[in-house]
């Protein structure tokens, strides 16, 4: 199937509300440029080196989403452009991020990565250190990001059943601080899950933000 008939058929199954990431690491500017071509504006990466290489070379209208793991370190390299961050699995990351944006004058959106069930990466917040994490940031001056909500991968179960059961676990914990910390933030919005395998799943429980790649691209 064509690049643009893969996003038309996702975008049919997908409430319009929900926002389509099309996930391009390890993916060559010709690809996402046939993507740009039907109209898809959000990209997503996961390594910091590949996406400053490719950038240079595509539409500046991008807007890209930072998904991978982040070193604070690196931070640098992407926050003169980068619109989101998925990935913040620590309040020192956050603090950098923060202090790289106001260099920049810019502010970029970041989604709180929470560590679901038993997935591969041990990245992220468990959902247990959410309250604790909440009171912290709102206790932090951060003029250069917006806290936009949580960000969490289901565990590549191949049972659909505990993959619900994560998201459904995701949703709370979104829920959960919105209602008790970020009620004044209209930012905090959003609930970035759903990968190509399970994002009928996320989107069924609650997902305003679906990061796809192989169903768009093919297999890496
Ligand atoms: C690679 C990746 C995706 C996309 O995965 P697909 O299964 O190819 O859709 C989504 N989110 C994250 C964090 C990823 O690393």
Redesign the pocket.
């Known amino acids: 199937m064509s690049i643009c008939a893969s996003i038309e058929n996702i975008r049919k199954e997908i409430p319009p509300q929900v926002r389509l990431?099309a996930?391009s690491?390890k993916k060559g500017v010709d690809l996402i440029m046939q993507a740009f071509d039907c109209g898809q504006r959000a990209f997503?990466e996961?390594y910091v080196q590949e996406l400053i290489e490719k950038r240079p070379q595509l539409p500046s209208e991008i807007e890209w989403h930072f998904?991978?793991h982040l070193q604070s370190n690196k931070v640098k390299y992407i926050a003169p452009f980068v619109s989101w961050i998925?990935?913040v699995d620590s309040l020192k990351l956050l603090n950098e991020i923060n202090r790289q944006a106001l260099k920049h004058q810019r502010k970029i959106s970041c989604l709180l990565q929470m560590h679901l069930g038993d997935e591969e990466?041990k990245h992220g917040f468990s959902l247990n250190e959410a309250d604790a994490i909440a009171e912290n940031i709102l206790a932090m001056s951060l003029e250069g990001v917006h806290v936009c909500g949580v960000?969490g991968?289901g565990s590549f179960s191949d049972d659909s059943s505990i993959t619900a059961i994560e998201f459904t676990a995701l949703a709370s914990v979104f829920n959960q601080l919105k209602t008790k910390y970020f009620h004044q933030h209209p930012h905090f919005k959003e609930i970035?899950m759903?990968?190509?395998?399970d994002?009928a799943i996320a989107v069924n429980k609650g997902s305003t933000m679906v990061?796809?790649?192989?169903?768009?691209?093919g297999?890496?």
């Open positions: 990431i996930v690491k997503g996961n998904i991978g998925h990935g990466t960000m991968m970035s759903g990968m190509s395998g994002y990061r796809i790649g192989s169903n768009i691209f297999n890496r």
